[in-house]
């Protein structure tokens, strides 16, 4: 299994950027997937899965601000990120099963 993150990068406060996620190796479609944050010195998040039927679930700081969606013809989930705030910023990682993408890194400025 593997995972490519990509997507990250620098923006405003109040901006928006939307962060990828491709699977190799893996049946995509009938695996949950998640995306996770960490900022150095702290223990990784957890801040939003979607299942195989695509039902979503969200960390209570990015409700209304984050969308996760997927696509399985195309083996992707992306988060959708608005709204950004000076505290979003972190590496993003997204995981199915036990195994982690490399993480891209998202950078909010006030």
């Known amino acids: 299994v593997q995972l490519q993150a990509s997507g990250g990068g620098l923006v405003q406060a109040g901006g928006s950027l939307r962060v990828s996620c491709k699977a190799s190796?893996?049946?995509?479609?009938?695996?949950?997937i998640s995306w996770y944050r960490q900022v150095p010195g702290t223990q990784r998040e957890l801040v939003a899965s979607i299942s195989s039927s695509g039902s979503t679930n969200y960390v209570d700081s990015v409700k209304g601000r984050f969308t996760i969606s997927r696509d399985n013809a195309r083996r992707t989930a992306y988060l959708q990120m608005d709204s950004l705030k000076p505290e979003d910023t972190a590496a993003y990682y997204c995981?199915?099963?036990?195994?982690w993408g490399q993480g891209t890194q998202v950078t909010v400025s006030s």
């Open positions: 190796g893996l049946n995509f479609a009938i695996n949950t």
């Open positions: 995981k199915v099963q036990s195994t």
